[in-house]
């Protein structure tokens, strides 16, 4: 629990010294919302119509959610990295804990590595529907 608190507190840190991937990733965020709700029904949408061009909004608009995912990437190990390290110093966590609370963030972590490599497989569906869309006129 110490060790998902201290995570949680190395996002803060990111946010008072202007960490310049959790900025992009907040920029993204709007965009990222309305292509991981909309983007499949635009693409299904377009193919249905037979338009290419409305498919690939919606593959733009879900490349926004895959930029998301990967650039989030980098800010959680960062995060994960200031918690621990915030835990080491404060002496919060003896050097025997170190390991279990090393694991406790690497298995966090994976949840967004696996996020993205989903969003990435979504990504490409969706682009080969849209490509579909474009063989059929």
Avoid: C, W
Wanted: zero cysteines.
């Amino acid at each position: 629990a110490l060790a998902v608190a201290a995570h949680e507190i190395g996002h803060v840190m990111q946010h008072q010294e202007g960490y310049i991937p959790i900025k992009i990733r907040n920029a993204i965020l709007p965009a990222a919302s309305i292509g991981s709700t909309a983007a499949p029904y635009i693409v299904i949408l377009g193919a249905i119509m037979g338009s290419y061009n409305l498919a690939m909004i919606g593959v733009y608009l879900f490349l926004a959610m895959l930029i998301f995912q990967i650039v989030t990437l980098p800010v959680e190990l960062n995060a994960s990295g200031r918690g621990l390290e915030m835990l080491e110093s404060g002496g919060y966590i003896s050097y025997d804990q170190r390991g279990d609370a090393k694991a406790v963030l690497k298995a966090a972590a994976m949840t967004y590595v696996i996020a993205a490599i989903s969003t990435l497989v979504s990504f490409l569906r969706l682009l080969m529907i849209a490509n579909n869309s474009r063989r059929r006129n």
